[in-house]
């Protein structure tokens, strides 16, 4: 019900920074969760943001003090604010939004993070 398209990603240093926005368009039913996701080589997706209709916000244990989730008012951008990076945040990131009373569940194709000196 939703497209969802994921930018920003890129290569950065340990210690640098990168900001992801996540562009969605579509119907959005009822209240919505959106998050932040991701896959690195050989390991199982992971959550690492999630934020809800009242900006609630959780976090992976690996990511907290680290990254920030947030959105715009009208749920047309998520972002992911991503600082001190480490090597092992190396992945593909996808933004995903729930919404729908749990019926949808849709996905962005993903963008790919590098940290590496």
């Known amino acids: 019900q939703v497209q969802l398209v994921e930018s920003g990603g890129g290569l950065v240093q340990p210690e640098g920074s990168l900001r992801l926005s996540c562009a969605t368009s579509?119907?959005?039913?009822?209240?919505?969760?959106g998050g932040w996701y991701r896959q690195a080589p050989g390991k199982q997706r992971e959550l690492v943001a999630t934020?809800?209709?009242?900006?609630?916000?959780n976090y992976a244990d690996s990511v907290k003090g680290r990254f920030a989730i947030s959105r715009d008012n009208g749920w047309n951008t998520l972002y992911l604010q991503m600082n001190s990076l480490k090597p092992e945040d190396t992945a593909v990131y996808y933004c995903n939004l729930k919404h729908g009373n749990g019926r949808y569940d849709d996905w962005g194709p993903g963008t790919q993070v590098t940290v590496s000196s």
């Open positions: 579509g119907s959005i039913f009822g209240d919505a969760t």
């Open positions: 934020i809800t209709v009242g900006e609630r916000t």
